[in-house]
């Protein structure tokens, strides 16, 4: 069997999700917050902070995780024959689904990759948002049986896939050079926090080289916690579940080794209880990204893989954080930001107008 055709086996993405689970945990041990060794959501959020769009002072970093998936994928399409730059249709509702899919994200303060991430340290708050996930893209599986879709992509110039690359290439010029670029250079574009979760992260090399290999391994296996959810419900297949699986188990154990494993609701880092919220948020994150065709990480695998549909949603998400930050969508340990649910309501309503009318005759 070649190494190409191992990526698809079922042995294979579970190895996969046991090296995410293990070293999202190792992270956090070297340095990234608690129970957010990964979380696409929060790093974009950081991202955002540190480029000035928002000014949450404790939420600013450019981190290398994120650029790690990016050019790590890339690399894989390139070495496998499969960067495929492509274009679809309706680039302004994917980048709303991305904007909704982060507001949802902030809501429960989480990707879908952190719900399983947070529930392997401890975080019992993650169940809700983790059924929340999987009642979003039930519904989302809903519009797709009755012809939703946001029409096929088509192939085009390669500079086009190479646009987002190029984007994470000067971030990271950005982290290592850290400008000063204001009035007389005295003062940003580029916010690094002094505290909070936005000061705490692994050394630079290692965030970078985790990233690379988990964009690079993703990639092989496409993996996605949507796709998992999404599969099991449309096509009882558990292909792609098995990889999350292996994932919440790895970073289960890795926890208990390092200490790092707290049982409970009440007290959880960068979480709160309000459990109302904690699942409609997340079920808005689902629904946005089976809608989108792929959570939060998936779209920045494909983005480097050359889909320029998958790149307008990564910068849908950067937007959608500093709006959330700017405008308090976002929550906090303290609790939900005042305007959140008026967030996630709205956001429901738009992706619910987005499945019903974009459809196509079922044949």
Not at 39 to 66: K, N
Not at 249 to 258: G, K, Q
Request: hydrophobic share 55%; proline share 4%; charged share 10%.
């Amino acid at each position: 069997m070649g190494v190409k055709n191992f990526f698809g086996t079922c042995l294979g993405i579970v190895l996969v999700g046991i090296f995410i689970g293990t070293f999202a945990a190792l992270l956090q041990k070297s340095g990234n917050p608690a129970n957010m060794g990964i979380c696409v959501a929060c790093f974009e959020r950081d991202i955002a902070g540190a480029l000035g769009i928002h000014r949450a002072a404790v939420v600013q970093y450019i981190r290398p995780e994120i650029i790690g998936f990016v050019f790590g994928s890339l690399i894989a399409a390139y070495a496998f024959k499969e960067f495929r730059p492509r274009v679809g249709s309706a680039p302004i509702v994917r980048f709303v689904l991305g904007f909704f899919a982060m507001s949802g994200a902030l809501v429960f303060l989480g990707c879908p990759w952190r719900a399983f991430l947070r529930l392997a340290g401890g975080d019992g708050n993650a169940i809700l948002g983790i059924a929340g996930l999987a009642t979003g893209v039930a519904v989302g599986v809903i519009f797709l049986k009755n012809g939703y879709s946001l029409g096929r992509n088509q192939k085009t110039f390669t500079s086009v896939g190479w646009i987002l690359p190029l984007i994470m290439a000067s971030l990271f010029a950005f982290l290592i050079i850290a400008p000063l670029m204001g009035d007389g250079g005295q003062s940003g574009p580029i916010f690094f926090s002094e505290n909070g979760p936005g000061s705490m992260h692994a050394p630079i090399a290692v965030s970078l080289i985790v990233g690379l290999l988990i964009g690079f391994l993703a990639q092989r296996t496409r993996f996605c916690t949507m796709g998992a959810i999404r599969d099991i419900l449309l096509i009882r297949n558990f292909h792609l579940a098995s990889g999350v699986f292996a994932l919440l188990i790895a970073a289960f154990i890795t926890n208990l080794i390092l200490g790092q494993f707290k049982l409970g609701f009440a007290g959880q880092p960068v979480a709160h209880t309000n459990h109302i919220w904690n699942f409609l948020g997340m079920s808005l994150t689902g629904l946005a990204s089976a809608l989108a065709g792929g959570c939060p990480g998936r779209q920045l695998f494909l983005a480097g893989e050359g889909d320029g549909d998958a790149a307008i949603f990564v910068l849908g998400m950067i937007f959608g954080a500093g709006f959330s930050h700017n405008f308090s969508l976002a929550s906090t340990p303290a609790g939900i930001g005042f305007y959140g649910p008026h967030a996630v309501i709205i956001g429901i309503l738009v992706c619910f107008f987005i499945g019903l009318t974009m459809r196509e005759k079922i044949k």
